[in-house]
């Protein structure tokens, strides 16, 4: 039996046709790929979206556009990946280590007690692809005057109310990299009707060349142009476009896959003898990224890993909370406790589209095994 790996891109024929319809076309870098990459990302979510190399690009540059620097502070969940912080503090802005609840999602009351004047904005994560506080979250960024930049890497395809994560809710940034619902190879977007946003977005990704996105879906550039703020390079390819195009196509069957996986894992746990409680059950409005489940208090997580993986079974832990990292140490007044007691107890178990029952089925017998043998 091969690996059951945790995550991994699913790609067909169509994705590998496309790239090779760039490749063969010799013209690999941002143009009409892109743009149609973007115009059907727009219709989709019903919001205009730019399209960036990545989301760190995507949540770095949202913030950035919005004007946060040096001496502001953004408040965010210590439970997230690595990209959610870092994107913070390359504008010069202090990431806010705040507290999760028990499904990892951000803590508002802890948001409250850390808010000041120096906040800019808030950056909710939605853990696992859940939404089901993407309105509160809003709610609370209107009411305080700061602005809610959501980290919707896990979150493509989700809904809240039936409307997509992205149709709304003052800035969306997404992720296409890699293992992410779907894929562009590396690649990130951002969602939003906020005009002035999305054209310094527009600008700063060809390293602030201003006015420079129209000629490049041209397969042209400007020579004799002028640049007004600090810019990145940070534009997404026509190679990239051209696997996300296609992956786009697949949503609505990967999303399909991605529920009934993570519904038919819940099913099998609830019968079984594995010490593990799915930390989300109901799919209806999610399309699930990861697979979270938190382990009984007699289960030692890392031995668990190690005898999963002589299983040839991955696991993940999303994630070690950010104010343990050296470089965050010491921005969290009042200690993000639950964020550290998720990281400690839970565990993602393997989750992406070309997962099968019987794989499902192995991993959770995987877990009873464990489970009895550490009576
Ligand atoms: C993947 C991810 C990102 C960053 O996206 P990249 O495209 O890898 O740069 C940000 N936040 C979270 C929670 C992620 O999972």
């Known amino acids: 039996m091969s690996t059951i790996r945790l995550s991994k891109s699913s790609i067909g024929s169509e994705e590998i046709e496309a790239v090779t319809s760039v490749l063969t076309d010799e013209y690999l870098g941002m143009g009409s790929r892109v743009l149609e990459f973007e115009q059907n990302l727009t219709s989709l979510l ?78 909710p994560v ?51 990299d890699g293992i992410k619902n779907i894929t562009s190879g590396e690649g990130g977007a951002i969602a939003t009707e906020d005009k002035q946003v999305l054209e310094h977005i527009r600008n700063a990704r060809l390293l602030g060349v201003i006015n420079d996105s129209a000629n490049r879906y041209k397969r042209g550039r400007s020579w004799d142009f002028n640049v007004e703020y600090q810019g990145w390079r940070y534009h997404m390819s026509d190679v990239m476009a051209a696997i996300g195009l296609e992956q786009l196509k697949k949503l609505d069957i990967f999303s399909e896959k991605r529920r009934s996986l993570a519904a038919y894992y819940c099913a099998l746990l609830k019968e079984s003898n594995a010490k593990a409680q799915p930390m989300y ?92 043998r550490n009576q």
């Open 46 to 123: 019903g919001q205009e979206v730019v399209c960036v190399s990545s989301g760190t690009a995507a949540l770095h540059l949202a913030l950035e556009a919005l004007g946060v620097k040096g001496g502001d502070q953004v408040l965010v969940p210590s439970l997230t990946y690595i990209a959610s912080f870092q994107a913070i503090s390359a504008t010069g802005a202090t990431p806010i280590a705040c507290d999760v609840d028990r499904k990892g999602q951000l803590c508002l009351e802890d948001c409250k007690k850390k808010l000041n004047s120096s906040t800019k904005a808030i950056m």
């Open 126 to 176: 939605l853990y696992a692809g859940s939404a089901h506080k993407y309105d509160d979250y809003l709610d609370f960024a209107v009411s305080h005057g700061v602005r809610c930049v959501n980290d919707a890497a896990h979150a493509f395809g989700s809904t809240r109310n039936n409307r997509l994560v992205g149709s709304y809710g003052d800035i969306c940034c997404f992720s296409f």
């Open 281 to 372: 059950s109901d799919f209806d409005e999610m399309m699930p990224h990861i697979f979270p489940v938190v382990l009984d208090g007699s289960i030692k997580k890392r031995e668990l890993r190690e005898f999963l993986l002589s299983r040839d079974v991955q696991t993940g832990s999303h994630y070690k909370p950010n104010h343990l990292h050296t470089l965050y140490k010491g921005i969290c007044a009042g200690l993000p406790v639950v964020s550290e007691e998720v990281y400690e107890h839970s565990l993602s178990l393997p989750l992406h589209v070309d997962l099968s029952e019987e794989d499902i089925r192995y991993v959770v017998s995987c877990l009873e095994e464990f489970c009895c």
